[in-house]
């Protein structure tokens, strides 16, 4: 019974690429959160989604962060022209619903490191 | 602002020390309430929830929470703790927002090291 998949673990780009992270959710949950988690800050909300929604982008900055949760295939998080406030670790949660009273289920999350 | 408060960042304990993991947040209304560990170099796993009931409630690995509506608290305790308890905890807030989604919102985190 696969948990929440992330890749890759670490990524490793150059200031002004462009970088991807992949999520898949556990069997059966179909609503799927990304966090940004910085030394010392915890973890940042950034964007909710479902199939094919965006449910709530409100902790998504507003330029080079998109988010997407086709109808198949995992979560993407893309973050183009990457500089290197953009360097910390990213992790993905998952939940068979969006109601209150479900728990969500992390990732190992991707550890992005911009040089 | 609103928000999820944990006090200490770093606690280091002796092996069969107690423990208590303060957490405060300041949302009104109904909130559910968790604790998560994120052991080293591995994800985050969740310890205990509180949705409603008793307000005590009980987790893996020995782990207890108390929800205090009128402190507006839910700490963490364990009466011993092992030197596997090494590991980073985080408290989070679960509540509806006016959008009627759910959010979560995550404290900062405590780094408990435990001396064997």
């Known amino acids: ?115 | 602002a609103q928000s999820v408060s944990q006090h200490n960042h770093h606690v280091i304990l002796s092996e069969a020390a107690s423990l208590e993991l303060g957490c405060n947040y300041s949302y009104g209304g109904t909130v559910n309430l968790f604790w998560y560990v994120q052991y080293p170099g591995q994800h985050l796993q969740l310890l205990l929830k509180y949705f409603s009931g008793d307000p005590l409630v009980k987790g893996i690995k020995g782990f207890e929470a108390e929800f205090i509506k009128s402190k507006f608290s839910f700490n963490l305790r364990k009466p011993s703790v092992q030197w596997s308890d090494t590991a980073e905890y985080f408290c989070a807030v679960n509540r509806r927002q006016a959008s009627g989604t759910y959010k979560y919102i995550f404290g900062t985190g405590t780094r408990l090291k435990v001396l064997a």
């Open chain 1, 1 to 115: 019974n696969a948990g929440v998949m992330q890749n890759p673990r670490h990524l490793v780009r150059r200031r002004g690429q462009e970088a991807r992270l992949r999520c898949s959710p556990m069997k059966g949950h179909s609503h799927v959160y990304w966090y940004r988690q910085l030394p010392e800050e915890g973890l940042k909300f950034m964007v909710y989604l479902q199939k094919e929604n965006i449910i709530d982008e409100s902790g998504m900055p507003k330029e080079r962060f998109s988010a997407e949760f086709p109808k198949e295939g995992p979560s993407i998080l893309r973050i183009q022209q990457v500089v290197r406030g953009d360097s910390a670790a990213y992790f993905c949660a998952s939940s068979p619903a969006g109601t209150s009273n479900y728990e969500q289920y992390f990732g190992p999350g991707t550890r992005l490191t911009v040089t």
